[in-house]
Nanobody
Framework: QVQLVESGGGLVQTGGSLRLSCAAS??????MGWYRQAPGKQRELVAS???????NYADSIKGRFTISRDNAKNTVNLQMNSLEPEDTAVYYC??????????WGQGTQVTVSS
C-alpha cells in the first residue's frame, strides 16, 4: 500500500522560510514533487525531481524554492525561502511509480501573512 506522509507546513510572515518534507512508502517512484492549490484555483505544479536528480520548477517560485530528494529513504523535501502571500496554499506531495500511476499526500497548509 502506497503512503505519502507530509510535514512542515505552517504560518510564516512574508520573507520567511519553511521546509516541507514527504516520506513515501510502498513503491519505487520515478518522479516525486510538490503541487499546490490555493482557494478558488486549480492545483498546480510547484516543483518536481526525478530519481536522477533532474528538477523542474514553476516560474513563479524559481530562485526561491529548492526541491531535493533522497532515493534511499524515499523522501522529497521542498525548501521555501522568501515566501510571499501568493504562496499561500495547500501543498501536496506527489509521487509517480514505474507504472506511471500518480499518488498524493493528504496536503499541508502553508499560510504566508503580509
Amino acid at each position: 500500500q502506497v503512503q505519502l506522509v507530509e510535514s512542515g507546513g505552517g504560518l510564516v510572515q512574508t520573507g520567511g522560510s519553511l521546509r516541507l518534507s514527504c516520506a513515501a512508502s510502498g513503491s519505487i517512484f520515478t518522479t516525486m514533487g510538490w503541487y499546490r492549490q490555493a482557494p478558488g484555483k486549480q492545483r498546480e505544479l510547484v516543483a518536481s525531481i526525478t530519481r536522477a536528480g533532474t528538477t523542474n520548477y514553476a516560474d513563479s517560485i524559481k530562485g526561491r524554492f529548492t526541491i531535493s530528494r533522497d532515493n534511499a529513504k524515499n523522501t522529497v523535501n521542498l525548501q521555501m525561502n522568501s515566501l510571499e502571500p501568493e504562496d499561500t496554499a495547500v501543498y501536496y506531495c506527489n509521487a509517480v511509480n514505474w507504472g506511471n500511476r500518480y499518488y498524493w499526500g493528504q496536503g499541508t497548509q502553508v499560510t504566508v501573512s503580509s
